[in-house]
Each structure stands twice: as structure tokens, then as C-alpha cells.
T-cell receptor, first 114, second 114 residues
């Protein structure tokens, strides 16, 4: 079946540094790529998403890049802060079993140290 | 304002004792999803409803059932919970079933099986 690989599984940075999380996907028809942030015991929250008609999208300190040829997309967080510490999940849309659904990566645990 | 509401937030049940988790939404979205999330793992899709049309994932155990009596409410029934069913159960909604539709998650119900 379709899958999404996410790296690294854990990431530790100093406050103020940048963090990059990378995902690759297998379904060449995927055209929607959201990123979710999940703090401990809380719901996954959408932080940014990108659709296949653009290569990059930015929202303040967060940016996502997409390379459809290589089938990978990345999350970039600049000027990291302790409150950025959480688990981040990438996902890719996939048409499977007659409907569209999201295929999630395994997650990256980001720790930002003051 | 809460848009996707899940009750209860914590549920304790006994091995083999049926349990029902509930989800409601104020977004008037057509699609409602149920995910299972175990510790440090990505959400795993169990099934979803597009309006009244039910779609089961191929690997969802028969022990899990769902009901959607109206647009706003969706229930997850676990007929005979086992110890392996202890997890966070997340409800999500999206406006349509299209590939670019954002999914909005509820806060989850953490299920403990004794």
C-alpha cells in the first residue's frame, strides 16, 4: 500500500536554531500534504499544508517545501522556541479503496532546549 | 470555540465490556473519521463516514463498529475491548472527501482497559 516515510524520528535543537523534518511519499498521485503538531496528550493540530500546485509555502517561522518529482516534502521551523517542542506528523493524500484519505508519517519528536 | 468535541476525554472499561465513545461537530462537515493512536505512533484510520456512507479500513478489526445517526454525531463502539485496544481515539472531520480537504481533529478520548 501507499506509505509516507518521515525523518528523523527525534530531533533535538537549541532555542533559536532551525529545525528541518523531511518526508517522502510513494503515491505519485498525492496532491495534498498537511503537517500536524501534536503536544503531549493533545489533539493533532494543523500547522501548515501545501498543495501540489505550489513548491513552497511560508507562515511566519514555519515553511514547507514540496518536490513532486522527487516525491518529498519538508517542514522548516526557524528561530525555534521551547513551545515548538512536540511531535510533528507529515501526511500525504492518497486515493485508496475508492476514496481519499491521509497517509501519515511515523512522526518526529522535536525537543527545543532553552 | 470547540468545533470537534469528544466525550468522554478519559474512559476506563473492563476487559470484554462494551464501550462507546462519542464525537460531535459544529462544522456541518460531511465527513467524519475515527482514528486509533497508540503511544508515540501516528494516527491509524479505522473508518470514516461520508454522509451516511460508511467506509471501513481493510485491517480494522470486527470488534470496532461505528454509527452516525445524523450529520453532527458519530459513535465508536468497541464490542469486546481487549488490552490491546487501550489507546487514544481521535475523531476528525472534513468538509468533503476530496484529496485537498483539511481534516480537523477532536481532543481525543483516552481509553484504558483493565
Amino acid at each position: 500500500g501507499e506509505n509516507v516515510e518521515q525523518h528523523p524520528s527525534t530531533l533535538s535543537v537549541q532555542e533559536g536554531d532551525s529545525a528541518v523534518i523531511k518526508c517522502t511519499y510513494s503515491d505519485s498521485a498525492s496532491n495534498y500534504f498537511p503537517w500536524y503538531k501534536q503536544e503531549l496528550g493533545k489533539r493533532p493540530q494543523l500547522i501548515i499544508d501545501i498543495r501540489s500546485n505550489v513548491g513552497e509555502k511560508k507562515d511566519q517561522r514555519i515553511a514547507v517545501t514540496l518536490n513532486k518529482t522527487a516525491k518529498h516534502f519538508s517542514l522548516h521551523i526557524t528561530e525555534t522556541q521551547p513551545e515548538d517542542s512536540a511531535v510533528y506528523f507529515c501526511a500525504a493524500s492518497s486515493f485508496s479503496g475508492g476514496y481519499n484519505k491521509l497517509i501519515f508519517g511515523a512522526g518526529t519528536r522535536l525537543a527545543v532546549h532553552p | 470555540d470547540a468545533m470537534v468535541i469528544q466525550n468522554p476525554r478519559y474512559q476506563v472499561t473492563q476487559f470484554g465490556k462494551p464501550v462507546t465513545l462519542s464525537c460531535s461537530q459544529t462544522l456541518n462537515h460531511n465527513v467524519m473519521y475515527w482514528y486509533q493512536q497508540k503511544s508515540s505512533q501516528a494516527p491509524k484510520l479505522l473508518f470514516h463516514y461520508y454522509d451516511k456512507d460508511f467506509n471501513n479500513e481493510a485491517d480494522t478489526p470486527d470488534n470496532f463498529q461505528s454509527r452516525r445517526p445524523n450529520t453532527s454525531f458519530c459513535f465508536l463502539d468497541i464490542r469486546s475491548p481487549g488490552l490491546g485496544d487501550a489507546a487514544m481515539y481521535l475523531c476528525a472531520t472534513s468538509g468533503q472527501q476530496g484529496a485537498g480537504e483539511t481534516q480537523y481533529f477532536g481532543p481525543g478520548t483516552r481509553l484504558l482497559v483493565l
